[in-house]
């Protein structure tokens, strides 16, 4: 957290020497205090705050990917008379272990188009959702644990 306090610092910083007060100025402050406690991060000793920005901005890049693309597929299907949706109820093993990782890799698949979560078991080991397109329930469930759960874990837990 102390290393978040100086990136806030430096992007207040920039704000004041830039002369311009606004949002957007204070967002590339952000995004330059960023940097330079990238660079200097040896000397800050060890924290994981470098390595979780860069690993949230992974995940925001994917997941706006993977909206775009789904929400074309959806989109194709729905327009066209050829229907190639072969909907099913799926289960996923979980390797992602917190409340907070769980909670976004639920999110993330139900805010995706042709993808719902449906409920988390008991031992919070398996998501079971459904999916619009699970003509290979299996390569379905395995890109969705390298891409959005890998991603979620790499930013929340490690």
Do not use: C
């Amino acid at each position: 957290m102390k290393v978040f306090g100086l990136n806030m610092l430096l992007a207040v910083t920039w704000v004041a020497f830039s002369g311009s007060v606004s949002l957007s100025n204070l967002v590339v402050g952000f995004v330059l205090g960023y940097g330079v406690i990238w660079v200097i991060q040896p000397m800050l000793g060890e924290s994981a705050y470098a390595r979780r920005g860069w690993a949230w901005v992974k995940l925001a890049l994917y997941f706006i990917w993977d909206l775009v693309t789904s929400s074309v597929d959806v989109a194709v299907d729905v327009l066209t008379p050829r229907h190639r949706s072969r909907p099913a109820i799926l289960e996923l093993p979980l390797d992602v272990k917190t409340d907070v990782g769980i909670l976004l890799v639920t999110n993330l698949i139900s805010l995706t188009p042709g993808t719902l979560s449906l409920e988390v078991s008991p031992d919070r080991r398996t998501l079971r959702f459904h999916a619009m397109f699970a003509d290979e329930p299996e390569r379905l469930k395995a890109g969705l644990k390298r891409g959005i759960e890998r991603l979620v874990i790499d930013a929340v837990e490690r």
